[in-house]
């Protein structure tokens, strides 16, 4: 049983490193349209002034699962055209390391709904719009780094970037200039809009040309 077990663990790492260059011609596609995407969902929030937590909430929500469904066509594709199986050992290892901390701050966000008021200015809501989105980017570099041990080496790096990030909001506190509405659209912006968006165009420019796979 055990050798059974270490054989396929080892069959799964060659796979891996096999189409590590096949994962990041995904990647660049997939990053930057979720870079547009959350920037101009941050556009879009801040202008139609969504500044209630639950409309927050809902908002972001929305923006997700709209990331989600690009992202799961985007690398679809890339599977039909590079003859790949989709849903393969390697990429159900990176649907289990992803899931942990995502399924962290969608809890964390279901919670944060069911107790925050409608009132923007209550302080429960206040708390809830200052601090769920730090939650979530932190949560998110958890599991862009956890994805990284079975992905190109540069997803650790991006996912360092979540977390460092959102633990120095978090030590820097609330700030003493503009709503928490506006805050918190500006944080998902840059982070799920302008870092998606910088790391796709790199990927995008540094992926080698030609017969390479």
């Known amino acids: 049983m055990e050798s059974n077990w270490a054989a396929e663990h080892l069959q799964v790492i060659r796979t891996l490193m096999e189409r590590s260059a096949v994962y990041r011609r995904a990647l660049a596609p997939v990053m930057i349209f979720n870079g547009v995407v959350g920037l101009a969902a941050a556009g879009l929030g801040w202008g139609l002034k969504v500044g209630s937590p639950r409309a927050f909430i809902l908002f972001w929500a929305s923006?997700?699962?709209?990331?989600?469904?690009?992202?799961?066509?985007?690398?679809?594709?890339?599977?039909?055209?590079?003859?790949?199986?989709?849903?393969?050992?390697?990429?159900?290892?990176?649907?289990?390391?992803?899931?942990?901390?995502?399924?962290?701050?969608?809890?964390?966000?279901?919670?944060?709904?069911?107790?925050?008021?409608?009132?923007?200015?209550?302080?429960?809501?206040?708390?809830?719009?200052?601090?769920?989105?730090?939650?979530?980017?932190?949560?998110?570099?958890?599991?862009?780094?956890?994805?990284?041990?079975?992905?190109?080496?540069?997803?650790?790096?991006?996912?360092w970037m979540f977390v460092l990030g959102g633990c120095a909001l978090f030590a820097a506190g609330r700030p003493n200039w503009g709503q928490p509405p506006d805050f918190a659209h500006g944080i998902m912006g840059f982070f799920f809009g302008g870092l998606h968006l910088a790391y796709g165009v790199y990927l995008y420019f540094t992926e080698p040309r030609g017969n390479e796979t």
């Open 63 to 159: 923006v997700a699962v709209l990331a989600i469904a690009g992202s799961f066509l985007l690398a679809r594709r890339q599977a039909l055209k590079d003859t790949e199986p989709f849903w393969s050992p390697p990429t159900r290892r990176v649907a289990q390391a992803l899931l942990p901390p995502l399924s962290g701050g969608l809890v964390i966000g279901a919670v944060v709904w069911a107790r925050a008021g409608q009132d923007a200015q209550d302080p429960g809501s206040l708390a809830g719009m200052l601090w769920l989105p730090v939650a979530w980017v932190i949560l998110y570099g958890c599991a862009f780094h956890a994805a990284g041990f079975f992905m190109p080496r540069g997803m650790k790096l991006f996912g």
